[in-house]
């Protein structure tokens, strides 16, 4: 086979992976190719989290004997017994005789085992095929499954003068209709969504998505105080949507608001205090990752904007710009707070595409590397790790081996 052949056969593999986007979640994306003498016999993906592993699918899909043929799958093969059985074993008993691999899967349950105990069977296997590719593809599960920590993705509509509301707070609407169906798709697609109190008190959003097929998010709400209305779309939905509030401890009178918060259906979660008063959103991105949540999309408002920037918790953005201007001198642009001093200083972007949406131009991109630590692109240049390191001694390894456990026993 040639390295031509391989990349188109991988291809398919990465397309039939991304089928999963929104569905898998905190498992990876993952797709597979079963090609027997230049021809493709089965086709498979992790459809949904707790679903057949995509190498099995691919195999039960055969439409002839695939002994002897050519597997082409977007992740390591796992080596481990869970809920069902290994995909090593069902490739060797398959007979396949060839696997092309894309990433190597970090989980420490797997992690080279895969191949290994495929190459022992006199498997021929190749990895690496695409490789920055499918490592984009799966950024959400790598760097979740490598730190415990959810994606971050900002998101933000404005106008051409960069107002992401007028001068009064109205806001409805910035953007046009296909970017706001985009946007629910984004809400799908991520495990959680995010949003400041001065977002809830202005706009009173549900932060569910509204598209047929998808899940909607757990929502998280950070608000300091608990001054959240009880009579808020957020809090009547309560038992209808996961919701979480996110809260800096207890001060005077928040007991009995907590508790009616709690008798509504709301989650209160006590992520300690910043200096200026705010949600340790290290301590919040800790224990959302401690409870299952590999990827939070935030919509704003601007002072939660600025504090993710400024602390460098932002792993990706979309930015939505309206062919419009309203100006007003007090109408507000997507991220508040104090800014650099400098523009030296500021927070830098890669552009990864930029392109429409009806009317409207949509930037999508990814903080530059400069600003970050790791090849997925997370960036925490130059922030204190004590917030972090504090619930980091309450996590230690929990919450990362609790998701190698589930994905081992339900799927990829």
Known sequence: MTIEKDIIYMRMAMELAEKGKGFVNPNPLVGAVVVKDDRVIGKGWHRKYGCLHAEREALAACTEDPSGSTMYVTLEPCCHYGKQPPCTEALIAAG???????????????????????????????????????????????????????????????????????????????????????????????????????????????????LDGMRSPVRVIADSNATVSLDSNIVRTARQYRTILAVSGHSEGMDDRIARLADAGVEVMDCGRTADGKVDLGCLFEKLGKAGIDSVLV??????????????????????????????????????????????????????????????????AFPRLINCHSEYGVCHSERSEESVSRCHSERNEESVSRCHSERSEESE
């Open 96 to 210: 396949i005789s060839r696997v092309v691999v894309g990433i190597p899967d970090p989980n420490p349950l797997v992690a080279g085992k895969g191949v290994a105990i495929l190459r022992e069977h006199g498997i021929e296997v190749e990895c690496g095929l695409l490789e920055s590719e499918l490592k984009k593809q799966n950024r959400i599960f790598l760097k979740y499954i490598t730190s415990g920590r959810p994606w971050v993705t900002m998101k933000w509509a404005m106008t051409l003068d960069g107002k992401i509301a007028a001068c009064t707070g109205d806001s409805r609407w910035v953007s046009g209709e296909e970017s706001r169906k985009f946007a629910h798709e984004l809400r799908g697609w991520n495990m959680a969504i995010m949003a400041g109190i001065g977002t809830v008190r202005a706009d009173d959003p549900m932060l569910n998505c509204r």
């Open 299 to 364: 919509e704003g408002g601007a002072e939660l904007d600025w504090s993710l920037v400024e602390s460098g918790f932002v792993d990706e953005l979309y930015c939505f710009i309206a062919p419009k201007v309203i100006g007003g001198r007090s109408a507000k642009g997507p991220v508040g707070g104090n800014g650099f001093p400098k523009m030296s200083e500021a927070f830098g972007f890669d552009i990864d595409s930029v392109g429409r949406k009806g009317q409207d131009i949509l930037v999508h």
